[in-house]
């Protein structure tokens, strides 16, 4: 006998196990639990459990549609106890959003009291509000008593609840769910019925339909709440193909005109999942934080519809400009993800196509129709044994009446003498007196005979697949014609349509989100960038840090673009908006960018896009470039003058004029046209003056018409014509000849 694994004791010794296997083992089985019980919809019926027991509880205690309704804390009393031992808040909650008609496209709860609203009040208490079934929900369970689906023991063994519900409706589609499980989500926008049953039609006439035309007939999302899908056919016809992707939806808007050329902008459908109260917050804080320049005020003037009013500043506000920047900023503009993350087959989590969605729902339909179908063939089975006895008792009425007056046993006495079943022999021992009519005969034969013709028809039907299918699609054609959209508006109507996003630039979206003002971009020795109010002139007010001082000031708008070429030929883009203000010294620009700790800016100035820049470095190289393309998009800025050190970007000024006048350190002026100066996106550029040593000391453009112009240490202006220029003349490269007397000392044009 082999050695003792385990001590002997009373039960108290401890046993080592696997810490990793076991976090492992019940990890494993807590997602198992999340994912199957809790957060992922059945494809079959489009329910969570939580949602499939509150149905069946209603079912229960007979809150059909027709009929009263009943206290909801009785209804979670009943889940709670029976199917669903949970919180009672949390199906009580569940129980709301499904009577909520701004949360389900059709609700399957028709709530009696205050279920809640759009602008995320919650419900009463459910000791107050009472609910029943609405016709979409009596769809859902049409058949659960015909053996249609299994049915499995409750948590405590008590009762049984339904594994899925017959699902006469499609409801996964037509309703959608989201749900967050253990390592995947799920999440399926609701959709129009009428154009999920005419899909549905579509794939049982040609199981082989592609995806492409049943988006024919589903066009996509149609959301409770309305408002507009902005999304290319193309990328929805990716999502439905794949199970994946997205939809960007718009609220609806129109410009209502108060006269005098005034308008307001009125929205009248916010997007899916939006609060409407917290959305109208989030725009006042906007506007309270200036964010919204164009927008003055916005108001909430709903009733039963929405209807938020937004004022514009003034009316030459563009009314798509104004949204436009809204739709950017708030949640007038929402993305609704898309991911059909399903149990597929009530088993196994998947990510489903639109195809493969309607293939499950109607291959359940099938089985439901032939469990039905079964159901009901024994049931005619069992009623033509009974009906055959009693047609038997009636023909042999006498011996019967003598048999049951006699005999101790009549039971066996009968069966034995009439070769009468156990079921035929207890139905005629329990048949009344006034059954024994004359006419009972005859009723008796024409039960006998229509339930042999309907079992004849059930048969056919059980023996062809064809049957089967041209069955269910009589069954989906008459749910397509109760949500018809011609017949019942009110709850067929698309309400989500479809429309472009507007081709609004972002640039002008940018600039209209920003309020246009004044401002003095300063920028000093050291590097420290900042921006005044108003368009100073005098600085000498301007206050530095110590052993700091001014290089340069010029006046921009908080809309415009603040350029800054740095020494190693990068220039970097900082919106004016974002400058420090002129508190204090300003902010260092390495902060701001991010610049290379042995670099300098050369200069700064406010982006024209249609001007043109010529950039010139120490050596003499250089070249003009669209100032267009040396805008930057990120904080590390664009390379766009090649230099290698000693070399370093000494110089740009504006590409005006048709020549050119460089002078270098050595003094030496030339003149020469701008046409020999190549223009570039990037590169080192071309020789424009040669030296023998130093390098460039300043550069500028003119038109020779106008003449060379430059100031002297007393800011004396000197101006030299064509002629006068004669000898400087030149081509570029060349040395060049000695600056004419009364050129600065400094070497600067000024």
Same mark, same amino acid.
């Given at each position: 006998m082999g050695k003792e694994v385990l001590p002997p004791g009373d039960g108290d010794s401890a046993l080592p196990v696997d810490l990793k296997k076991a976090l492992e083992e019940r990890y494993l089985a807590y997602a198992l639990s999340t994912i199957m019980h809790r957060a992922l919809p059945d494809v079959r019926d489009g329910l969570k459990p939580v949602h499939r027991r509150i149905m069946h509880t209603m079912r229960l205690l007979r809150l059909n549609p027709e009929q009263g309704f009943a206290k909801c804390a009785r209804i979670v009393g009943d889940v709670m106890g029976k199917f669903h031992p949970h919180g009672d808040q949390s199906i009580y909650d569940a129980l709301v959003r499904l009577a909520q008609p701004f949360a389900m496209r059709y609700p399957l709860v028709d709530g009696q009291g205050n279920f809640g609203n759009i602008d995320g009040d919650n419900a009463a208490a459910m000791r107050y509000t009472e609910a029943r079934m609405t016709e979409v929900a009596a769809e859902l369970l049409?058949?659960?008593?015909?053996?249609?689906?299994?049915?499995?023991?409750?948590?405590?063994?008590?009762?049984?609840?339904?594994?899925?519900?017959?699902?006469?409706?499609?409801?996964?589609?037509?309703?959608?769910?989201?749900?967050?499980?253990?390592?995947?989500?799920t999440s399926v926008p609701p959709h129009n019925a009428a154009e999920v049953c005419d899909a549905a039609l579509a794939l049982i006439d040609d199981p082989d339909v592609p995806v492409s035309r049943l988006l024919d007939f589903v066009q996509g999302p149609d959301?409770?709440?309305?408002?507009?899908?902005?999304?290319?056919?193309?990328?929805?016809?990716?999502?439905?193909?794949t199970g994946r992707g997205g939809f960007r939806l718009r609220a609806r808007w129109?410009?209502?005109?108060?006269?005098?050329?005034?308008?307001?902008?009125?929205?009248?459908?916010i997007p899916y999942g939006v609060q409407k109260s917290r959305l109208i917050e989030k725009m006042a804080e906007l506007i309270l934080a200036r964010k919204l320049p164009l927008l003055e005020d916005v108001r909430d003037e709903s009733a039963e519809d929405i209807r938020i009013v937004l004022v514009p500043k003034s009316r030459t506000v563009e009314p798509e400009l104004l949204m436009e920047s809204l739709f950017r900023l708030t949640d007038l503009e929402t993305r609704f993800p898309l991911n059909m993350n399903?149990?597929?087959?009530?088993?196994?989590?998947?990510?489903?196509?639109?195809?493969?969605?309607?293939?499950?729902?109607?291959?359940?339909?099938?089985?439901?129709?032939?469990?039905?179908?079964?159901?009901r063939l024994a049931e005619i089975e069992r009623r033509l044994e009974i009906l055959a006895g009693y047609l038997i008792a009636y023909l042999n009425i006498d011996e019967v009446i003598r048999i049951i007056r006699e005999e101790d046993e009549p039971k066996p006495v009968m069966m034995e003498r009439f070769n009468l079943t156990d079921n035929q022999a207890e139905a005629i021992l329990n048949m009344r007196l006034r059954a024994l009519r004359k006419l009972e005969e005859f009723e008796i034969r024409t039960e006998f005979d229509k339930l042999s013709e309907e079992k004849g028809e059930i048969e056919q039907l059980l023996g062809s697949e064809a049957r089967q299918w041209k069955t269910v699609r009589?069954?989906?054609?008459?749910?397509?014609?109760?949500?018809?959209?011609?017949?019942?508006?009110?709850?067929?109507?698309?309400?989500t349509t479809f429309g472009d996003a507007p081709s609004h630039d972002l640039e002008d979206v940018q600039q209209a989100m920003i309020e246009?003002?004044?401002?003095?971009? $300063?920028?000093?020795? /050291?590097?420290?960038?900042? =921006?005044?109010?108003?368009?100073?002139?005098?600085?000498?007010? %301007? !206050?530095?840090?110590?052993?700091?001082?001014?290089?340069?000031?010029?006046?921009?708008?908080?809309?415009?673009?603040?350029?800054?070429l740095t020494t190693g030929g990068k220039f970097y883009t900082i919106g004016a908006d974002r400058l420090p203000g002129g508190r204090g010294h300003g902010e260092p620009v390495r902060i701001m960018v991010d610049m290379e700790n042995d670099q300098a800016v050369v200069t700064a100035f406010a982006h024209d896009p249609e001007r043109k820049l010529l950039l010139a470095s120490h050596a003499g190289n250089g070249f003009v470039v669209p100032e267009?393309?040396?805008?930057?998009?990120?904080?590390?800025?664009?390379? $766009?003058?090649?230099? /290698?050190?000693?070399?370093? =970007?000494?110089?740009?000024?504006?590409?005006?004029?048709?020549? %050119? !006048?460089?002078?270098?350190?050595?003094?030496k002026l030339l003149v020469f046209p701008l046409s020999q100066i190549p223009e570039m996106v990037r590169g080192k550029g071309v020789r424009l003056q040669r030296y023998?040593?130093?390098?460039?000391?300043?550069?500028?453009?003119?038109?020779?018409?106008?003449?060379?112009?430059?100031?002297?240490?007393?800011?004396?202006?000197?101006?030299?014509?064509?002629?006068e220029l004669a000898e400087w003349l030149g081509d570029r490269a060349s040395a060049g000849r000695m600056a004419p007397k009364g050129f600065p000392r400094t070497g600067k044009f000024g």
């Open positions: 049409s058949g659960i008593t015909e053996d249609a689906v299994d049915f499995r023991p409750t948590y405590n063994e008590e009762d049984e609840e339904p594994i899925v519900l017959p699902g006469a409706f499609p409801n996964l589609l037509c309703n959608g769910s989201s749900g967050i499980a253990v390592g995947m989500a959301f409770p709440t309305g408002g507009i899908i902005v999304e290319s056919r193309s990328s929805i016809r990716e999502a439905y193909e129109f410009k209502e005109d108060q006269g005098r050329g005034t308008w307001h902008a009125v929205v009248t459908e399903v149990l597929s087959r009530g088993k196994v989590p998947a990510v489903l196509s639109l195809k493969d969605v309607l293939r499950e729902w109607l291959d359940h339909r099938r089985e439901v129709l032939i469990r039905r179908s079964k159901h009589w069954e989906v054609a008459k749910v397509r014609q109760t949500f018809d959209p011609e017949k019942n508006p009110t709850l067929g109507r698309r309400r246009r003002e004044p401002i003095t971009v $300063i920028l000093s020795e /050291k590097g420290w960038l900042r =921006a005044m109010k108003g368009h100073l002139t005098d600085l000498s007010a %301007v !206050a530095f840090k110590e052993g700091d001082s001014l290089k340069l000031s010029f006046h921009a708008q908080t809309t415009d673009k603040i350029l800054l267009k393309e040396v805008v930057a998009n990120t904080r590390k800025g664009k390379q $766009i003058m090649n230099v /290698k050190a000693p070399d370093e =970007a000494r110089l740009c000024v504006p590409a005006t004029g048709d020549h %050119v !006048a460089i002078v270098g350190e050595n003094r023998k040593d130093g390098g460039v000391a300043d550069i500028k453009t003119f038109a020779m018409t106008d003449g060379l112009t430059w100031l002297d240490s007393a800011d004396r202006t000197f101006t030299r014509g064509q002629a």
